[in-house]
């Protein structure tokens, strides 16, 4: 899977929102996706990884065992894409300064790249 496009962080929210409110319904609510389309993310998911997420029926939601252990890796995964591209931005927006990422991962150049790229571009 490669975390850097748009849709598989939009899966990854979606994952964490189920796990954090072990419920389709407040997670569908809180990432802004009708219930369907939060299933449909989560069972794309659960394709890519080839792992069960979670143990389901009509009346609760749990995490299987790599579930939970897959929680703390992608809050960390997402935080620190998120804390990448905020550092950027702020390069971009005051023209100057450094961005420190702690333990780049290799997925992120990529992103870092187009984006530092862009900011560039757009303040030469």
């Not at 802004?32 to 389309?37: G, K, V, Y």
Request: charged share 25%.
């Amino acid at each position: 899977m490669n975390l850097l496009d748009r849709s598989d962080r939009v899966y990854l929210r979606a994952y964490l929102a189920v796990a954090r409110t072990l419920s389709f319904t407040r997670a569908a609510a809180e990432t802004n996706l009708s219930q369907p389309a939060l299933t449909v993310q989560i069972r794309t998911l659960k394709e890519q990884l080839g792992i069960k997420l979670f143990d389901r029926n009509s009346r609760s939601v749990e995490l299987t065992r790599l579930g939970r252990e897959l929680v703390p890796a992608f809050q960390r995964i997402l935080r620190e894409f998120d804390e990448t591209v905020t550092g950027v931005r702020d390069i971009a927006r005051h023209s100057g300064g450094s961005v420190y990422c702690r333990r780049l991962r290799r997925a992120y150049c990529r992103t870092l790249l187009y984006v530092s790229a862009s900011a560039f571009h757009a303040w030469p």
